[in-house]
């Protein structure tokens, strides 16, 4: 080792010295307590697309000609071939906090409200966001939450779009193990 790699070693010690000394036992300031995902039990099993067929999705939701396009253990997405086509989704978002996807439904300038779903294991709250021919649904189980998304006809969406995606909603939960 020549003499300027045992000043730089030399320099890195004592600097690390230093900065311990400069920092007692209890001075690190306090946190404020945050509710975190991991502070809640684990949500329920809502299987591959939730659950959820391509069929039962078209006949739910009233759209058509939908194809799964993408499967994976978080999710699906069908998609209509045509480019001005009706789009679906199930996305699940495992130890993430609910309250980020509402801000970001409320931040796109959608309607937001309240939702209740029931299942096999009581009722699920959350939200449904409802735009120019587009709805989703959020609902959160313990650390987790799912979001189905369906988006309509934009010239002519149905008036009860939402209760239709709410029903994927009440169909995943009633599946859920």
Do not use: H, K
């Amino acid at each position: 080792m020549d003499i300027r790699g045992l000043r730089r070693g030399l320099g890195a010690g004592v600097l690390a010295v230093l900065l311990a000394a400069c920092t007692a036992p209890g001075d690190e300031p306090e946190q404020p307590a945050q509710e975190t995902p991991q502070s809640a039990p684990p949500g329920l099993f809502f299987g591959e697309c939730g659950g959820v067929s391509g069929d039962e999705l078209m006949e739910v939701t009233g759209v058509r000609n939908v194809r799964l396009i993408e499967r994976n253990s978080v999710g699906c997405r069908w998609e209509d071939p045509n480019f001005f086509g009706a789009r679906a989704s199930f996305s699940w978002y495992r130890g993430s906090p609910i309250g980020r996807e509402r801000t970001l439904v409320e931040f796109a300038g959608r309607d937001v409200f309240e939702v209740t779903v029931e299942g096999a294991s009581g009722q699920l709250t959350g939200f449904a966001g409802r735009g120019t021919g587009i709805c989703e649904v959020s609902i959160e189980s313990g650390a987790d939450f799912f979001v189905w998304s369906v988006v309509f006809d934009q010239l002519n969406p149905p008036a009860d779009m939402c209760e239709r995606v709410q029903t994927l909603a009440e169909m995943t939960v009633s599946r859920a193990g």
